[in-house]
Each structure stands twice: as structure tokens, then as C-alpha cells.
């Protein structure tokens, strides 16, 4: 049984630049979730998303970020138009069902220049 | 909503000792879960440790244990023989377990811990 696997695991972008990254969750999970996690704290919440349907955006998740899971496997995140704020770790994580435990992927991390 | 507080910054334990990693938490729920996840220099949170608010016997894995004092609001984590490997940052989370968003893990800060030889 594989783990969640994300991609790319480092990014360097120039501030305006829109970048994207994947996630791919255990096989047979079908909740996906992303966290964002900046120098010195804990992950943060980002969005949810239960087979296709995305169930909550947090409001760290301005009108620049979308998410897409549009088969129920992978995801995708893009942020458009890179701001330097958004240099964090962003992370993925899958369950198999709500309220269980969530396994996390390594990482991409991202630094806009 | 809940809070996790994470008051060490970091710790250092010698090698083959025994180490308690201090976690606090406030919550309005009646059900909960509680987890520690392990996070080396790569970046990967690793899943340690789970406890449900009402399991009564304190959850252990291996060398790890959960020291779960529910009227305290504590979740302590105590790693038993330490082991070089084990130098990471440890972050305790929780999630309300019947609420609508259990979903939503919140992270304490975390705490460095570095095992010397």
C-alpha cells in the first residue's frame, strides 16, 4: 500500500507566476485534504474535499487558489499570480472515511521570489 | 473551535532515555480525537499516535505512548528509549470526533526534539 505522494516537492516561482501541484492519495481514501504550513507553525487548514465534491475552502484560501479533484482520485492546487506570502510548505493528506485518521504526503514547498 | 498549546519550543534527551513531549488542549466538544504526528527535516508528517476522548486505557504504538489526563486538557507524548532517528519536529493535533467539520485537524506549533548521543 503506497502513501500519499505529492509533486513536485520543491517549487521556486517568480512573485506573479501561477504554479500548480498534485496530490495523490492511498488508493482506496477517498477524503483528500490540503493544509498549508509556514516557518515556525503548525499546518493549517486549507480546504476538503470528499471523492469529487469540495466541501469546505477555508478563508486562508483566497480568490488566487483553486482545487480540483475531478475524478475523485487526484488533486490539484494552483495558485495563480504568486504573491511572496504564499512561500509555505503545502501539504495533502487523505483518510479513508471522515473522522479518521489523516496520512500525510511529503510536502511540496514553495518559495516565490 | 479548538486550540492546541505546544509550550515547549524544543527539548533534548540523551540517547536510550525517555523523553515527555507536553501537549494542552481546549476544546468545547464532548467527543474528540488527539494526535501527534512526527515531522523530520524532509517535511512528511508521520502519524504516531491516536486517542479518542472517551477511550479509557492511554494509547500506546511501540515506544511511543499517549499520557491522556482529560480533565487536565492534556495529551502528553512520551517517547521511551530514545533513538537518534527519533530528532524531528512533533506537532499534537486534535478534531472534534461527531462534530460536522472533523475534518479540520488544528495543529499546535510543535517542538523540536534533538536526541544527542
Known amino acids: 500500500d503506497t502513501g500519499v505522494s505529492q509533486d513536485p516537492r520543491h517549487k521556486i516561482t517568480k512573485r506573479g507566476q501561477n504554479v500548480t501541484f498534485r496530490c495523490d492519495p492511498i488508493s482506496e481514501h477517498n477524503r483528500l485534504y490540503w493544509y498549508r504550513q509556514t516557518l515556525g507553525q503548525g499546518p493549517e487548514f486549507l480546504t476538503y474535499f470528499q471523492n469529487e465534491a469540495q466541501l469546505e475552502k477555508s478563508r486562508l484560501l483566497s480568490d488566487r487558489f483553486s482545487a480540483e479533484r475531478p475524478k475523485g482520485s487526484f488533486s490539484t492546487l494552483e495558485i495563480q499570480r504568486t504573491e511572496q506570502g504564499d512561500s509555505a510548505m503545502y501539504l495533502c493528506a487523505s483518510s479513508l472515511e471522515q473522522g479518521e485518521t489523516q496520512y500525510f504526503g511529503p510536502g511540496t514547498r514553495l518559495l516565490v521570489l | 473551535a479548538q486550540k492546541i498549546t505546544q509550550t515547549q519550543p524544543g527539548m533534548f534527551v540523551q540517547e536510550k532515555e525517555a523523553v515527555t513531549l507536553d501537549c494542552t488542549y481546549d476544546t468545547s466538544d464532548q467527543s474528540y480525537g488527539l494526535f501527534w504526528y512526527k515531522q523530520p527535516s524532509s517535511g512528511e508528517m508521520i502519524f504516531l499516535i491516536y486517542q479518542g476522548s472517551y477511550d479509557e486505557q492511554n494509547a500506546t504504538e511501540g515506544r511511543y505512548s499517549l499520557n491522556f489526563q482529560k480533565a487536565r486538557k492534556s495529551a502528553n507524548l512520551v517517547i521511551s528509549a530514545s533513538q537518534l532517528g527519533d530528532s524531528a519536529m512533533y506537532f499534537c493535533?486534535?478534531?472534534?470526533?461527531?462534530?460536522?467539520?472533523?475534518?479540520?485537524?488544528?495543529f499546535g506549533k510543535g517542538t523540536l526534539l534533538t536526541v544527542n548521543p
Open positions: 493535533a486534535m478534531f472534534g470526533a461527531y462534530t460536522p467539520s472533523n475534518y479540520k485537524l488544528t
